[in-house]
Every structure is written in C-alpha cells, then in structure tokens.
C-alpha cells in the first residue's frame, strides 16, 4: 500500500520557490538551503518559476512572516502564474493551511519535498515501508483540512441527536475514519520493519562471530557513495547523479591489502534540515552506521559548501549517537576543482577535520590504493604480523591462517612449516606458542 500525502494538482508546472530567513539566520546560510530546494524541485520534474529569499524581523505564528510579506509573496505568485508555492521552511500543519487560503494554490514544505523524492525513489520493500512510515506521520496532523468539502457539498452536519456519529458531518467521520485506517496503518508497517531490524541484527551477530570488522559509507546525499562502493567492490549499486539515489543498504565483502576481511554497506543520503521522522523511519538502515567498526565519510570536495556537508553529516551522526566512531573522509570529485586550486583547496578542508582525509576521484578510479591504505590503519589495532614455526602435523590451524589472515610466505624445514602472516590478534593469541 502506497500512501498519499494529500491530494494534489496531477502535474505542478510551475512552482515559485520561497525561502523565509527567520531572526538569527544567517543570508549565506538560507540562500545556500534555498539554492538546495531548486535542486530538490527539480528532481521530481517540477517547472520552477522563481525562487526568492524574503527575511523577517520576528517569527510570526500565522505565516512566519508578517501579513505584508505574506501579501507580497501572494502577488507574486499570481503574476507568476504559479500554481503552486513551495517553501524552504518545515509549515506546521496549521501554516500550510493559512498560506494555502491566502494564495488559493497548493502549498509544499521542504519536508514534504523529500518525502516525495524518497517515495519516488524507493525500491526495496524495506525502503518503501519506511517512506509510507515517513508520509503518513507527516499526513495524520494534516488530515483536517482534506474533507471540509463533503460538508460542503452536503450541507454540513446531519439530524442525529446527542452529538453522535449521525449528527457528524460527512467530513467529519470520513476523517475519523481516514485516521484510524493510518494508526493501524502505522503499527502495521513498524512490526514489519522491526521484523526487518532483527534479521539485519542477526546477520550482523553472524559477522560479528567470525570477526569481520564493518565499515558505514556515509555522506552528504549525492557525494558519491554508491560510486565509490561499486568502485571498490564491483558491487552494481545504483549510482546516478541525483538526490537520494540510494535509500536502501548494500553490503559486500573486501580483502584489504593485509589480508583482512571487510564488510563495505552503503547508506542512505543525508541532507541540511533532514526530516526527523524520516531519520526515525530510516533506523533500522541507519543502525549500520552506529554499528560499524568505523566510518568512512565522502564529501564531495567540488563543492563551495563541502564543510557544511560534512558538517551536517557529524549532525546527523550525532543524533544517532555515532559521532564517536573512527571516522576517514574522503573528499571526493576532486578532479572537477580547478588544478590550479586543487592543492590549497583540498588542504584547507584537510585542515578543518580532526580524522584523517584522503582525496579522490571515483569517476577516474582515481585514490582507490590511499582509500585502502586508510582502511588498514583504521584497523591496525586488530591484527600483527609474526612469524610462525608450525609443525605440519597441525595442518587445521595452517588452514586456519589462510582463511582468517593473509600468508605472506611459507617455507619448510623438515617436518615444521615456517610461515609469515598477517592475522587478527585474538587468533594470533591463541597460537602464540608457535611464534618465533
């Protein structure tokens, strides 16, 4: 079942764009989120007519803005020919409502934006589960207004008595209805994605028992991500030069360069005022950041905004209680900056972020050996390298060294094996009456 949010024009054509700075906000701020809305629009495929920044002195609770800014915003949209007004500012439900008598034309926030990107982008059921999670507790406050028209039509509330259902309008109950069809909607779809949380828990438990360390690729929406897990592991991820091109998780298997196992998963986007409850939805996918063993951030260093998309990112990450976790950024695109601002450029982000940062280009295939080099000191602290006298009558712990570890050498001497490797330290542990 796929839920709408509301009934809306067939086809929006033309959308005038408006970002309102409320006190304390700065210019540069609101002007990079309103640039982040065209982009946004755009990717569902609506016209846009204009955007404009308007500021206001106070917050008002009707619009935000005061009644001559919101007059003025009105205008313009009837000029324009607009039919529809999206704001870069989350609307409680009441606003919507105000603004969409005010200018007689369908109004969208920034949060119902993304919920329709992500609704148009699902493709797993786990991914649509938790866009339709996202769309409905976003839809249930804004019920009220959905069915006024059946009391309209039918002449509002009927001749029952006593204040029951029958002296209701149409409206009315077809709200109550509408509402308790969402609630057992909501609680259905929660039980199924805990059912999802705990098969993801337990193929994790798996990993974790015979010890493959994990790594979250994480990042601003469109940074890269997908692109660099198909990169490194070939793993034919989805990866387009649009927003929230991946809302779902993808794991697979490396070796790095000292023989040890990893486990490389993709994860959702995030963005600048990432809605709340789509970050509530999202957990279970999200877990796999907090779970991971570390982080590896990609921030797309072409970028004029690429700190602040880090920066967002720590935000997120925080919220999900991950802002502990060792962390390796890789800055990517960086051949789309100019080469003559290249090396000053890179060093300054370098320089802004207190984990270690590598460049690359995914497109050019360009820093895969700097990105595994980071991967292996990341995990330094979970193996050595020793040198092992072994006899061959216990050929069940040789086996064992080439499975869990990396074998750099092995030679003979007379009925003993002599072996060099690289293996995770609990195992070297258990064997270390055989080093030598």
């Given amino acids: ?78 000029e324009l020919g607009a039919d529809c007004v999206i704001f870069d500012n989350l609307l409680s439900p009441s606003q919507q409502r105000e603004w969409e008598k005010l200018v007689n034309v369908t109004v969208i926030d920034r949060e119902e934006v993304i919920l329709d990107i992500f609704a148009s982008r699902a493709r797993t059921r786990e991914a649509v589960m938790q866009v339709d999670l996202a769309r409905m507790q976003y839809a249930l406050p804004r019920m009220a207004g959905m069915w006024k028209h059946l009391d309209r039509q039918r002449g509002g509330s009927g001749g029952g008595k006593g204040g029951g259902a029958a002296a209701r309008g149409e409206g009315e109950k077809q709200i109550e209805v509408d509402r308790r069809l969402a609630h057992e909607r909501i609680e259905t779809i929660r039980a199924e994605l805990e059912v999802v949380r705990r098969q993801r828990g337990t193929q994790r438990k798996e990993r974790i028992r015979q010890g493959i360390p994990t790594a979250a690729i994480v990042g601003y929406t469109n940074a890269g991500k997908s692109s660099l897990l198909n990169l490194v592991t070939g793993a034919g991820v989805l990866a ?14 490396i070796e790095l360069p000292d023989g040890q196992p990893l486990v490389l998963t993709d994860t959702v986007g995030f963005i600048r005022n990432l809605p709340h409850r789509l970050v509530e939805a999202f957990k279970s996918t999200l877990e796999e950041a907090v779970l991971a063993d570390f982080l590896i951030q990609v921030v797309d260093a072409s970028d004029p905004d ?60 360009e820093g895969v050996d700097r990105l595994m080099s980071a991967c292996v000191e990341m995990m330094s602290h979970r193996v050595c390298r020793c040198s092992y006298r072994i006899p061959l009558s216990d050929s069940r712990t040789i086996a064992l060294m080439h499975r869990d570890g990396k074998v750099l050498s092995t030679e003979y001497d007379g009925n003993d094996a002599l072996v060099e490797a690289i293996l995770p330290k609990e195992f070297a542990a258990r064997i270390e009456h055989y080093r030598i």
Wanted: aromatic share 4%.
């Fill in 240 to 253: 387009k030069d649009i927003l929230f091109a991946t809302l779902e998780t993808t794991s697979r298997k």
């Fill in 306 to 365: 690429a700190l602040r998309h880090y920066e967002t990112t720590c935000e997120v990450l925080a919220g999900l209680g991950a802002e502990d976790k060792p962390m390796v950024v890789v800055w990517n695109k960086c051949d789309l900056i100019p080469e003559e601002m290249r090396e000053v450029t890179l060093e300054a982000l370098s320089a802004k972020v207190a984990c270690p940062s590598l460049s690359m280009s995914v497109l050019r295939e």
């Fill in 1 to 78: 079942m796929s839920f709408e949010i509301r009934e809306k024009p067939d086809m929006v054509e033309r959308a005038l764009l408006v970002g309102i700075a409320l006190p304390g906000e700065s210019r540069r701020e609101r002007e990079a989120l309103l640039a982040e809305l065209v982009d946004l629009v755009s990717n569902l495929g609506i016209g846009i007519v204009e955007s404009r920044l308007e500021f206001t002195r106070e917050l008002q609770a009707k619009y935000l803005c005061g009644i001559g800014k919101a007059e003025e915003i009105r205008a313009r949209a009837e």
